[in-house]
């Protein structure tokens, strides 16, 4: 009930690839029961219903290749809560082709479909941004585990935050005492040393995802990764629990998750439309751009240009709009204003040309600029544009298929003729 209620749980409800980082988990919960009843009454149905559970578990969420080690979660489990485990049961090899041959067909279709789309070079954050990521995510774990007020969909961090590095030695001590414990004692890993190692099963594969808008900017951890390891760490608390369940915890417990329900209320009904989000996003993150330039976004989506010209003055005057990206960004939202509000295709092809020129990389300006000149009623030059992008070294497979797409659809109107030649 608490991980439920929990406030980070409301940052999943929102999208549904939110939504798939628990279908992962459940079908992976499932697939533990499953191996565990094989192992009392066998059957090999039970193989293959594990089989599919984490097909089913990959196919949701990339965290569900943490399922290859449901075998020894399910062991694990059984020993702590006193189940007789032999040795052969860690030998059993239908269980671990039940677990690992699912996650190892996921990782070969996952690799040749990132390399057909182009991603190859982009699969994996750069090394550093992983490094600063696995070193300092289990300590903003437990910062929002432990202090679950509403933030917003994103927790921005900078290597040189004090807080969050503290309670990533806090963390990494405790995974290590965890570890190191029953193994100077000689015996089984309790439930504590299992839920602390499936807190951070859950939470590094998540971490490969971690990013910043510019090498100037913080990083950036979605909430919803935060998430997942509550699940472990709660686990790891039960027999502590379970000790001193006494009048006062039980009296506690449901108090807590109806607190943790309200402020998961107070962070849903800023969901109400894409300009209560977002606007919100920007009021958590005033010092990120990326959420300004959302919000910005969002009011030129439902017209209210006064707003978003006012929050564009607020952007230009922060240090990190001087970064090429976000001003390139910026040059796009003012383009998108007077297209939409004003008619002015040439002004706005002015400016997204200096976007362009600004950030060459991005794909949105190329194709805006190609759909501006298309309204303009110059359906060659649009044409010309996309050719021009398609030349260029700087699109990857995946981009290079999105222009394409768009010139196809410009050369239909055109009536499939040749575009004229580039003004």
Known sequence: VIFAAHPLAAEIVGMAANVSDHLALAFMAVQILVLDGHRERGGAWRLVAAGLLGCLACGSKEIGVTSALAPAVALLLARASGGAVVRRDWLRVGWWAASVLPVALYLA??????????????????????????????GLALQGIGAPIPSGANVYTTPGAVLPWALAVVAWAGIAVAVARPLWRRSPPGLASIGVALALAWLVPSLLGVDRFSDEDPLRFPTRYLHLPLAGLLLAVLPAAARIWNRGLRFAAPVVAVLLVVLSWLRVEEWQDEVSFFTAEAAYHPESMPDQINAISAFVHVHAFAAAEEAIARAESRPQARAARARSRLLNERAAILVLRD????????????AIAAWPDDLGNVLDLASVRMTAGQPEQAVAILDDALA????????????????????????????????
Do not use: H, M, N, Q
């Not at 996952?110 to 995510?137: D, K, N």
């Not at 070294?393 to 290079?400: A, G, I, K, L, N």
């Not at 768009?406 to 003729?417: F, I, W």
């Open 343 to 354: 008619g002015d295709t040439d002004a706005a092809t002015r400016l997204l040309r200096e």
């Open 392 to 423: 260029s070294p700087r699109f990857d497979d995946y981009r290079r298929a999105a222009i394409d797409a768009r010139r196809r659809k410009y050369l239909g109107a055109l009536g499939g003729t040749p575009p004229s030649p580039r003004p």
């Open 109 to 138: 279709l996952r690799a040749y479909v990132t390399s057909r789309a182009g991603w190859a070079a982009t699969a994996w954050p750069p090394p550093e941004v992983l490094a600063l990521s696995l070193g300092i995510g289990p």
